[in-house]
């Protein structure tokens, strides 16, 4: 701003209106102006629409718009023209912009669905508890991990698939999910089979299959608080636990039951999209774009499990943590968006993208620290794997999956290897491999989000 030659300080219009002649002659010396001027009154009330014009013309159509004949810009405003009278006021009234009206943010997270997908991610543990006597056997775990692992693989992928057929029209993804999700279940309680052979073991990998294959149908519908309500009898039947045995054949129906209810729900669902898809068009993706994601969900379940053999309580605290994790990916592509909008140039675009990465992705690994410190679990190697699968897990959400995908294997092969070496300890290869990989994927995240078009 200019300072006034009394020592005022402004160059708005109305500091212009109030200003003596000898202000008003060293601004235009031009032409000298008198108070009661009828362009400056009329610039005045004008100010507000006149201040947004980039051209003399656009205040020639606002004068046109006010209904101002010839004979008034002539008489009123000893102007010879529309033009010259435009030509004046433009150049009166100072340039101002306002920013237009925000409106909501697109990418404001569902608070209590981001909670109830972290609950919902931790509660199916507790069919475990209930039935440990069932499935501790020699090959039981194993069979039960291998079944998980294809469950978490097919998931994920049947789980992208169904959101692209979601996303085209709703034409298709009742019949994704109607074929997809008994397929992932029966494959993955043939590897249960395959390991632990016919027996109980088997019978709770089929179930642990079905109820993975129902919950996703639910979590691509959006139906948290179904399935909530599903696993209210194992809920119930852990919760006495540590007063009470309810002794085997309540062990065994109360996670039955979970079962029954999800799939039947699951079906309720998937009928409901039948219904809705037949008058309905759309396109079908291609099958390869969904593979990435099953590769991701192989490798992520491959480090999970690698570890919840040592450290049981490191994957508890990682399943809580799902639900932060998916309200932070929500809020990075907020504040991405708000960032793009405050950055003038490229530049400053990448050093606010690269503050709202550290904002998030700090926001996510800080509470995990005394999460990891009350359960006993090894702070460092949870830390990386944390942030391996949140980087990854962003990158996704920005339609860029071969990457992350392949970069999680590569970890997951990495531990993988040593565990079954029989290496003394898990920590140092988990802390290496995942640290290493999580760098890749923060490096990917900085420069491939860091640009503004990612967000456009």
């Known amino acids: ?39 400056d009154v009329l610039a005045a009330e004008l100010a507000d629409r006149i201040g947004p014009a980039v051209h003399a013309y656009e205040v020639a159509a606002l004068l046109e718009s006010e209904g101002l004949t010839g004979e008034q810009i002539q008489e009123r405003y000893g102007r010879p023209d529309l033009f010259s009278l435009a030509a004046d006021l433009y150049g009166r009234v100072p340039r101002s912009f306002p920013e237009p009206p925000r409106g909501p943010d697109p990418w404001a997270p569902d608070h209590v669905r981001c909670a109830l997908r972290g609950a919902l991610f931790a509660l199916p543990g507790l069919a475990y508890l209930l039935t440990a006597g069932m499935w501790r056997s020699p090959g039981g775990v194993y069979a039960l991990v291998a079944a998980g692992l294809l469950s978490w693989a097919w998931g994920q992928a049947l789980s992208h698939r169904a959101y692209l057929r979601l996303a085209a029209g709703p034409r298709g993804a009742g019949r994704t999910l109607l074929v997809g999700a008994p397929s992932g279940a029966l494959l ?60 085997p054949l309540p062990r065994i129906a109360l996670p039955v039951l979970t079962v029954v209810l999800a799939v039947a729900v699951a079906g309720r669902e998937i009928r409901g999209m039948l219904a809705a898809e037949r ?20 490798a992520a379940g491959t480090l999970v499990m690698s570890v919840g053999q040592r450290q049981p309580w490191a994957v508890v605290v990682l399943t809580v943590s799902m639900g932060p994790a998916e ?34 992705l700090g926001g996510y690994l800080l509470p995990l620290v005394p999460a990891a410190l009350l359960t006993g679990a090894e702070p460092a190697p949870l830390l990386a794997l944390a942030a391996l699968l949140w980087t990854a897990l962003l990158l996704q959400a920005f339609g860029l999956a071969w ?42 995240v900085l420069w491939c989000l860091g640009r503004p078009t990612a967000h456009s």
């Open 1 to 39: 701003m200019a300072l006034e030659p009394d020592g005022g300080q402004g160059d708005t219009l109305a500091l212009r209106l109030a200003a003596p002649d000898a202000t008003l002659s060293l601004r235009l010396p031009r032409r000298r102006r008198v108070p009661d001027d009828p362009v």
């Open 403 to 444: 990457l992350p995908a392949a970069v999680t294997l590569t970890a997951a092969a990495g531990v993988a290897a040593v565990t079954l070496l029989g290496g003394p300890t898990i920590a140092a290869p988990l802390l290496i491999c995942c640290g290493t990989a999580a760098g890749v994927l923060v490096t990917a």
């Open 188 to 247: 993955a309680t043939a590897a249960a089979l395959a390991v632990a052979g016919p027996g109980p073991v088997a019978l709770f990998g089929a179930g642990q299959s079905l109820y993975l294959a129902a919950a996703g149908v639910l979590l691509v519908r959006g139906r948290e608080r179904l399935l909530l309500g599903t696993l209210a009898p194992l809920a119930a039947g852990a919760a006495v636990l540590p007063w009470w045995d309810p002794g």
């Open 327 to 360: 309200w932070l990916l929500y809020r990075y592509r907020g504040l991405s968006v708000a960032a793009l909008r405050a950055s003038a140039d490229e530049v400053g675009f990448r050093l606010r993208s690269a503050r709202t990465l550290a904002l998030c």
């Open 279 to 298: 008058a309905s068009g759309g396109t079908r993706p291609r099958l390869l774009d969904s593979l990435p994601y099953g590769l991701f969900g192989l």
